[in-house]
């Protein structure tokens, strides 16, 4: 699934190539993936007709593009979907879901919504320039100039749950998938299970800035891409997979100690660590079931 760095760039591809321009039509080819707009697939079309694209935004890995109506056109790409702007003669992609003609973006583009496994999706958002209301409650990311590190270092060290749990918690903290949380754990050498409650304040503070830097430099990648599912407004891909020193690596030595990599299964998908420099947390030995000796007390 794209995370963060990869919806970014998307984002950015966006912002170069259709700001100012007018849709001028809209074309949904399979009603799933607006399957989200109560207007269905026709009331989709109709609200976004004539509207200016004013900005290419984004919350955790979600996209919104505010119109001049304010409303906004708000994306998210689940598994497989890509949006790319094309010249309006490209052949068709296969999984060609929703096409958008463009007037006043690059001499004239389409704006078109791929997705092979149709998890992800396009709605209209009423009023949603600013901030779709359907997204208000997805927390902001550690690229974002407003993120607040003190507060979720505090909601951290409150919770029970293992950390990449936590890490993956799109109400705690924005953007981060199952790939960067496993490449911030490696560099801060934690294991993924350890719980929240059991880290101290400089080691919360440390991993979320590894995560931060793990992202940075993902961006500075166009992104990871294992799969030609993952590509830019361009149809590119990007090649910090070349980089990961985790996620993927089973089997492969660690790039610090020369331990193998080990994968285990969490939450439907994998976690990839080295066992040597992030070892498991101990469990906690439970108290005697019958408890400390009564001494009887004389009358």
């Not at 949904?28 to 004539?50: E, I, K, M, T, W």
């Not at 607040?148 to 998938?177: C, Y």
Request: net charge neutral.
């Amino acid at each position: 699934m794209p995370e963060l760095p990869e919806v970014e760039v998307v984002r950015a591809g966006l912002e170069r190539h259709v700001l100012g321009a007018t849709i001028t039509g809209v074309d949904v080819l399979h009603p799933r993936p607006v399957r989200r707009d109560a207007r269905g697939p026709d009331g989709f079309a109709q609200a976004l007709a004539g509207r200016r694209i004013l900005a290419a935004r984004r919350r955790g890995k979600y996209l919104w593009l505010p119109l001049d109506d304010g409303d906004a056109l708000l994306a998210h790409l689940g598994m497989s979907g890509q949006l790319l702007v094309q010249p309006p003669d490209a052949p068709a992609e296969r999984h060609l879901r929703v096409r958008l003609a463009l007037e006043g973006a690059d001499e004239g583009r389409e704006l078109r919504f791929v997705d092979q496994r149709m998890f992800g999706g396009l709605s209209v958002s009423t009023g949603g320039a600013d901030l779709p209301p359907e997204i208000a409650h997805i927390a902001r990311d550690p690229l974002d100039e407003q993120f607040d590190l003190a507060d979720v270092v505090r909601r951290v060290r409150r919770r029970t749950s293992g950390i990449k749990r936590l890490l993956l918690d799109q109400n705690l903290v924005s953007g981060v998938g199952n790939i960067y949380a496993d490449e911030a754990l490696w560099r801060a050498r934690l294991h993924g299970d350890r719980p929240g409650e059991r880290l101290t304040g400089p080691q919360v503070r440390e991993l979320l800035g590894h995560v931060r830097d793990v992202m940075t430099d993902a961006l500075a990648q166009g992104g990871t891409s294992f799969d030609a599912l993952y590509v830019d407004v361009n149809g590119e891909s990007g090649y910090f997979d070349r980089a990961l020193h985790a996620y993927g690596r089973e089997g492969e030595p660690c790039d610090r100690c020369g331990t193998p990599i080990r994968r285990v299964a969490f939450m439907n998908r994998s976690s990839y660590f080295c066992p040597r420099c992030q070892p498991a947390p101990r469990r906690r030995r439970a108290p005697a079931a019958d408890g400390p000796p009564v001494v009887p007390v004389p009358d």
